[in-house]
C-alpha cells in the first residue's frame, strides 16, 4: 500500500472493519431466561446455559431442581426483570467483550408466606466464534436465590399453632393441655425400616402395619419428621429408654389435648388424626394428614376456631440442617378459647345424680336459653382418646349401653306425662276445656266407644275433678278426654300446640348437633304410611298424643326448652352453649346473644294457671312428684312422666322449673327402662335425680 495518501488509508480502514461481525448484546438472552422462568419453561432456561454450567449442575441439578424449589416454596407466580447488562472491566480497565453480568429482580409470589422479593445475578459469557456468536448464561444455584450455594437447600418448614380451651362460665378448664412430646420418625436416619417397624410398635401399643402405613403417608424427604404418636407423663417414661436405641426414631415437645373435669364428654368430644381429605379441607390453616383434629362434639364443630393456624418459615439451610437465610415467615396464629354457659357444679350433680344408669338432664335459665348442665350418662374418658389408649376405646365403642352416645342432645323419647301442660294449653287456647271445669277421671276411659277404651295408671275412679288435681295426680282419664275434645274439634290443634314449644324440630342450638325429635299430626301419618289403613288418623293416636305416647318423640334438651317457655310466659328460646370466644391474652372477640326461636301459641294467663298445676305436682301430698321433694326448701314446679317401652320398664321423666314464684333454672331429666321400686314410679325415680341438680343450683341438702 506503498504510495497510498493517509486519508485513503483511513477509508480503507473503515470498510475492512464493516465487514468484521458486530458482537451480540447480551440482554436478550437474560429477558428470554427470564421470561422463560415466569413460564416455568425450564427446559427453554435450560437451552440458554452454557455447556459449561450443563456439565457443572447436571439436569438433575436444574431440570429436576427447580420444579423442586418452586413446589418447596408453594410458588404460585413468579414476576423476573433483568437490568441492563453490564460488562466486567480487564486488568487494563476495558470492558471484558467476552462477560456480561446481568441483575436479576425477582418476586417470588408464594401460598404460605406471601412474597420474596431478591435481587439474583446472571452470569453470562460469549460463546462462538464470529457469525456463531452467541451469549450464554453460566448459570449456578444463587441465580435462584441469593447464598444458594452448591449443596444448600430450600426449606419450608411448619410453625406449630396451640389449640385453644375450653372454658365453663366460671372459667373452670374442661378442656385444655398438658406437656407432652410427639415420638416419630426420620426417615433419612433408620438403619433398617423393617426393623424400627418391628421394635417401636410394641413400645408405642401400635401395630407395625398402622406405622409403615404413616411412613407411606407423610414421607416426602428422608429428613421428613413423621410423627406417630403423642405420649405425656407416665406414659412417656415408661418407654423412653425403649425408643433411645431405635435408629430413627425422633421425639419432640408438644402439647397434649387433656380433659381434667372429665364433665360433658360427649358435649366436648374428642380429636381425632386428619385425614388426607381433611387435610385438603383444611389447607388454609395449615392442617396436613396425621394432624390432631376435631373428630366429635364441640371439638369438631368448633375445630377451626379452637385449632388455629399453622405458620411457615421459609429458610435456606445447609445439608445438616443449619439454617443459612430465613427468606420470609408466616407466623401461626393460636387458636381461640371458647366460653361455654355450663355450670360447673350443676353439671358435676346432674352427672353424679345420673351415674352409671341411662340417662339424661338438661338445665337451662329460662331468660336467657343459657344451657347450665347438659349431662348424658354413662359416659366415657376422653383422655383415652387423647392419648390414644387403644383397649380403653375399644371398649367404649363395644359398650351396649353406649357411653359415646349424646342421650341429652340425641335420645330420642317417647314423653309420657311430660306433655300434658302442651296438652292442658292447646285445650284451653281453643276452649276445649273452661278453667274451673271439672271432668271425670275414671279406672277405664271409653269417651270413643269400648273399642277405644283406655286406661287410667290409677285402678279406682277418681270422680269428678278440676285440672289442678288432674296434672297433679296425672290422670290420663282427664287427658284423653282433652284430647278427644280437641280431635274433635280439629286433629292439628294438638299437633301445633306441640310444635309451638319446639317439639318436632331441632332447637337449633350452635355448634351442638341434635335430633329433631317427632310430632305425629294427620299429615305425618299420610306421608309416613303407605297404606291407606295405616294414614288413618284415628282417635287412638289423638288421645295417645294428648298423655305423651304413641309416635310422639322429644329429646331432653327439647324438653328442657320448652319447660322454659312454660316458666317464661312462652319464649321459645335457641339455647346457648357457646356464649364467648377469647383470644389467648383473654380478650373477648365475639360474644353470643341471646336469640328467640319462636312463641309457644299458648298466652301468658294460660300458661300462669299452667305454672300453678305444675306447682301442685310437688306440693300437694298427692302429686305424683311430692315425695321426691319433700323438704327441699325451694318451691319447685315440674311434671312428672312415665312412658312405656318395648322392654315393659318404663322410661321416667320430669321436666319443670324452680324457684315457682321468680323461676332462674328450667330442667327436664329422663332415665331410661327404669325398674320400678315397689310403689315408686319410674318418673319420682327421675324426679330425685332432678333433685341433686338443684341442690346444687341452690345450695341446698
Same mark, same amino acid.
Given at each position: 500500500?506503498?504510495?497510498?495518501?493517509?486519508?485513503?488509508?483511513?477509508?480503507?480502514?473503515?470498510?475492512?472493519?464493516?465487514?468484521?461481525?458486530?458482537?451480540?448484546?447480551?440482554?436478550?438472552?437474560?429477558? @428470554?431466561?427470564?421470561?422463560?422462568?415466569?413460564?416455568?419453561?425450564? #427446559?427453554?432456561?435450560?437451552?440458554?446455559?452454557?455447556?459449561? &454450567?450443563?456439565?457443572?449442575?447436571?439436569?438433575?441439578?436444574?431440570?429436576?431442581?427447580?420444579?423442586?424449589?418452586?413446589?418447596?416454596?408453594?410458588?404460585?407466580?413468579?414476576?423476573?426483570?433483568?437490568?441492563?447488562?453490564?460488562?466486567?472491566?480487564?486488568?487494563?480497565?476495558?470492558?471484558?467483550?467476552?462477560?456480561?453480568?446481568?441483575?436479576? !429482580?425477582?418476586?417470588?409470589?408464594?401460598?404460605?408466606?406471601?412474597?420474596? +422479593?431478591?435481587?439474583?445475578?446472571?452470569?453470562?459469557?460469549?460463546?462462538?466464534?464470529? =457469525?456463531? @456468536?452467541?451469549?450464554?448464561?453460566?448459570?449456578?444455584?444463587?441465580?435462584?436465590?441469593?447464598?444458594?450455594?452448591?449443596?444448600?437447600?430450600?426449606?419450608?418448614?411448619?410453625?406449630?399453632?396451640?389449640?385453644?380451651?375450653?372454658?365453663?362460665? !366460671?372459667?373452670?378448664?374442661?378442656?385444655?393441655?398438658?406437656?407432652? @412430646?410427639?415420638?416419630?420418625?426420620?426417615?433419612? #436416619?433408620?438403619?433398617?425400616?423393617?426393623?424400627?417397624?418391628?421394635?417401636?410398635?410394641?413400645?408405642?401399643?401400635?401395630?407395625?402395619?398402622?406405622?409403615?402405613?404413616?411412613? +407411606?403417608?407423610?414421607?416426602?424427604?428422608?429428613?421428613?419428621?413423621?410423627?406417630?404418636?403423642?405420649?405425656?407423663?407416665?406414659?412417656?417414661?415408661?418407654?423412653?429408654?425403649?425408643?433411645?436405641?431405635?435408629?430413627?426414631?425422633?421425639?419432640?415437645?408438644?402439647?397434649?389435648? &387433656?380433659?381434667?373435669?372429665?364433665?360433658?364428654?360427649?358435649?366436648?368430644?374428642?380429636?381425632?388424626?386428619?385425614?388426607?381429605?381433611?387435610?385438603?379441607?383444611?389447607? &388454609?390453616?395449615?392442617?396436613?394428614?396425621?394432624?390432631?383434629?376435631?373428630?366429635?362434639?364441640?371439638?369438631?364443630?368448633?375445630?377451626?376456631?379452637?385449632?388455629?393456624?399453622?405458620?411457615?418459615?421459609?429458610?435456606?439451610?445447609?445439608?445438616?440442617?443449619?439454617?443459612?437465610?430465613?427468606?420470609?415467615?408466616?407466623?401461626?396464629?393460636?387458636?381461640? !378459647?371458647?366460653?361455654?354457659?355450663?355450670?360447673?357444679?350443676?353439671?358435676?350433680? @346432674?352427672?353424679?345424680?345420673?351415674?352409671?344408669?341411662?340417662?339424661?338432664?338438661?338445665?337451662?335459665?329460662?331468660?336467657?336459653? =343459657?344451657?347450665?348442665?347438659?349431662?348424658?350418662?354413662?359416659?366415657?374418658?376422653?383422655? &383415652?382418646?387423647?392419648?390414644?389408649?387403644?383397649?380403653?376405646?375399644?371398649?367404649?365403642?363395644?359398650?351396649?349401653?353406649?357411653?359415646?352416645?349424646?342421650?341429652?342432645?340425641?335420645?330420642?323419647?317417647?314423653?309420657?306425662?311430660?306433655?300434658?301442660?302442651?296438652?292442658?294449653?292447646?285445650?284451653?287456647?281453643?276452649?276445649?276445656?273452661?278453667?274451673?271445669?271439672?271432668?271425670?277421671?275414671?279406672?277405664?276411659?271409653?269417651?270413643?266407644?269400648?273399642?277405644?277404651?283406655?286406661?287410667?295408671?290409677?285402678?279406682?275412679?277418681?270422680?269428678?275433678?278440676?285440672?289442678?288435681?288432674?296434672?297433679?295426680?296425672?290422670?290420663?282419664?282427664?287427658?284423653?278426654?282433652?284430647?278427644?275434645?280437641?280431635? *274433635?274439634? *280439629?286433629?292439628?290443634?294438638?299437633?301445633?300446640?306441640?310444635?309451638?314449644?319446639?317439639?318436632?324440630?331441632?332447637? =337449633?342450638?350452635?355448634?351442638?348437633?341434635?335430633?329433631?325429635?317427632?310430632?305425629?299430626?294427620?299429615?305425618?301419618?299420610?306421608?309416613?304410611?303407605?297404606?291407606?289403613?295405616? #294414614?288413618?288418623?284415628?282417635?287412638?293416636?289423638?288421645?295417645?298424643?294428648?298423655?305423651?305416647?304413641?309416635?310422639?318423640?322429644?329429646?331432653?334438651?327439647?324438653?328442657?326448652?320448652?319447660?322454659?317457655? $312454660?316458666?317464661?310466659?312462652? $319464649?321459645?328460646?335457641?339455647?346457648?352453649?357457646?356464649?364467648?370466644?377469647?383470644?389467648?391474652?383473654?380478650?373477648?372477640?365475639?360474644?353470643?346473644?341471646?336469640?328467640?326461636?319462636?312463641?309457644?301459641?299458648?298466652?301468658?294467663?294460660?300458661?300462669?294457671?299452667?305454672?300453678?298445676?305444675?306447682?301442685?305436682?310437688?306440693? *300437694?301430698?298427692?302429686?305424683?312428684?311430692?315425695?321426691?321433694?319433700?323438704?327441699?326448701?325451694?318451691?319447685?314446679?315440674?311434671?312428672?312422666?312415665?312412658?312405656?317401652?318395648?322392654?315393659? *320398664?318404663?322410661?321416667?321423666?320430669?321436666?319443670?322449673?324452680?324457684?315457682?314464684?321468680?323461676?332462674?333454672?328450667?330442667?327436664?331429666?329422663?332415665?331410661?327402662?327404669?325398674?320400678?321400686?315397689?310403689?315408686?314410679?319410674?318418673?319420682?325415680?327421675?324426679?330425685?335425680?332432678?333433685?341433686?341438680?338443684?341442690?346444687?343450683?341452690?345450695?341446698?341438702?
Amino acid at each position: 500500500m506503498r504510495g497510498l495518501a493517509p486519508a485513503a488509508l483511513i477509508v480503507l480502514g473503515a470498510v475492512l472493519a464493516g465487514c468484521e461481525p458486530v458482537p451480540p448484546s447480551p440482554d436478550p438472552v437474560a429477558k @428470554a431466561y427470564a421470561a422463560a422462568w415466569e413460564k416455568g419453561d425450564y #427446559q427453554a432456561m435450560w437451552g440458554l446455559l452454557s455447556e459449561a &454450567a450443563k456439565q457443572r449442575v447436571g439436569t438433575e441439578g436444574f431440570l429436576d431442581r427447580l420444579p423442586r424449589i418452586a413446589e418447596e416454596m408453594t410458588l404460585r407466580s413468579l414476576q423476573a426483570r433483568p437490568a441492563e447488562a453490564t460488562r466486567p472491566r480487564l486488568p487494563n480497565g476495558s470492558p471484558d467483550p467476552n462477560r456480561a453480568t446481568v441483575a436479576l !429482580d425477582v418476586t417470588f409470589r408464594t401460598a404460605r408466606v406471601g412474597d420474596i +422479593r431478591r435481587t439474583t445475578t446472571l452470569e453470562l459469557t460469549l460463546t462462538g466464534e464470529k =457469525e456463531k @456468536a452467541a451469549w450464554r448464561i453460566d448459570w449456578t444455584p444463587e441465580a435462584i436465590l441469593p447464598g444458594l450455594t452448591t449443596g444448600r437447600l430450600v426449606r419450608m418448614t411448619r410453625l406449630p399453632t396451640t389449640r385453644g380451651r375450653i372454658l365453663a362460665r !366460671d372459667g373452670t378448664e374442661l378442656a385444655t393441655f398438658m406437656e407432652a @412430646a410427639v415420638v416419630g420418625v426420620v426417615p433419612g #436416619q433408620m438403619r433398617s425400616e423393617s426393623g424400627l417397624v418391628a421394635s417401636l410398635a410394641p413400645a408405642l401399643g401400635m401395630s407395625a402395619e398402622a406405622i409403615t402405613a404413616k411412613l +407411606r403417608q407423610s414421607w416426602v424427604r428422608d429428613d421428613t419428621f413423621v410423627p406417630m404418636k403423642t405420649l405425656s407423663g407416665v406414659a412417656l417414661d415408661a418407654v423412653k429408654a425403649k425408643l433411645a436405641v431405635i435408629e430413627g426414631v425422633v421425639t419432640q415437645p408438644a402439647r397434649m389435648r &387433656a380433659y381434667p373435669t372429665g364433665l360433658a364428654a360427649q358435649t366436648l368430644g374428642y380429636l381425632t388424626e386428619a385425614s388426607e381429605a381433611d387435610a385438603q379441607r383444611k389447607a &388454609a390453616r395449615g392442617v396436613q394428614a396425621g394432624d390432631p383434629i376435631g373428630g366429635t362434639g364441640l371439638e369438631a364443630t368448633l375445630d377451626d376456631v379452637f385449632g388455629g393456624t399453622y405458620g411457615w418459615k421459609l429458610t435456606v439451610i445447609e445439608p445438616s440442617g443449619q439454617v443459612v437465610d430465613t427468606l420470609a415467615e408466616t407466623p401461626a396464629v393460636a387458636g381461640q !378459647d371458647v366460653v361455654l354457659s355450663l355450670d360447673v357444679a350443676m353439671q358435676t350433680a @346432674a352427672e353424679q345424680a345420673l351415674g352409671d344408669r341411662r340417662g339424661a338432664i338438661v338445665a337451662e335459665d329460662p331468660y336467657s336459653g =343459657e344451657v347450665l348442665a347438659l349431662a348424658s350418662r354413662p359416659t366415657f374418658d376422653l383422655n &383415652a382418646f387423647a392419648t390414644g389408649d387403644a383397649s380403653a376405646i375399644a371398649k367404649y365403642t363395644r359398650d351396649p349401653n353406649r357411653p359415646l352416645f349424646n342421650r341429652a342432645t340425641f335420645g330420642q323419647y317417647t314423653t309420657g306425662s311430660s306433655f300434658k301442660p302442651i296438652t292442658t294449653a292447646a285445650a284451653l287456647e281453643s276452649g276445649a276445656y273452661r278453667p274451673g271445669e271439672r271432668i271425670d277421671c275414671p279406672a277405664k276411659w271409653t269417651g270413643y266407644g269400648a273399642q277405644w277404651a283406655q286406661l287410667n295408671h290409677e285402678t279406682s275412679d277418681l270422680g269428678l275433678i278440676d285440672l289442678r288435681t288432674a296434672v297433679a295426680r296425672s290422670c290420663n282419664s282427664f287427658f284423653y278426654e282433652l284430647g278427644k275434645r280437641l280431635n *274433635d274439634k *280439629d286433629p292439628n290443634l294438638l299437633p301445633d300446640e306441640a310444635k309451638s314449644f319446639g317439639l318436632g324440630a331441632a332447637t =337449633e342450638i350452635p355448634y351442638v348437633l341434635e335430633a329433631e325429635g317427632l310430632v305425629p299430626s294427620p299429615d305425618w301419618k299420610k306421608q309416613r304410611f303407605s297404606t291407606p289403613a295405616d #294414614q288413618v288418623w284415628n282417635p287412638g293416636d289423638a288421645t295417645n298424643l294428648a298423655i305423651g305416647q304413641g309416635y310422639l318423640l322429644a329429646t331432653p334438651l327439647q324438653m328442657a326448652n320448652y319447660a322454659a317457655a $312454660i316458666a317464661n310466659d312462652g $319464649i321459645v328460646w335457641k339455647p346457648r352453649l357457646v356464649v364467648e370466644l377469647r383470644d389467648r391474652s383473654g380478650a373477648t372477640t365475639k360474644t353470643f346473644e341471646r336469640e328467640e326461636l319462636g312463641r309457644a301459641k299458648a298466652t301468658p294467663r294460660e300458661l300462669s294457671l299452667i305454672r300453678d298445676t305444675l306447682r301442685a305436682v310437688v306440693a *300437694d301430698p298427692d302429686g305424683t312428684a311430692y315425695f321426691p321433694f319433700r323438704g327441699f326448701p325451694v318451691a319447685v314446679a315440674g311434671k312428672s312422666g312415665t312412658a312405656e317401652t318395648p322392654s315393659g *320398664d318404663p322410661n321416667g321423666w320430669f321436666i319443670g322449673f324452680a324457684p315457682f314464684e321468680q323461676p332462674s333454672v328450667a330442667f327436664a331429666g329422663v332415665l331410661e327402662e327404669v325398674k320400678e321400686p315397689p310403689g315408686t314410679f319410674a318418673s319420682q325415680v327421675s324426679a330425685a335425680a332432678v333433685r341433686q341438680l338443684l341442690a346444687a343450683k341452690f345450695g341446698a341438702k
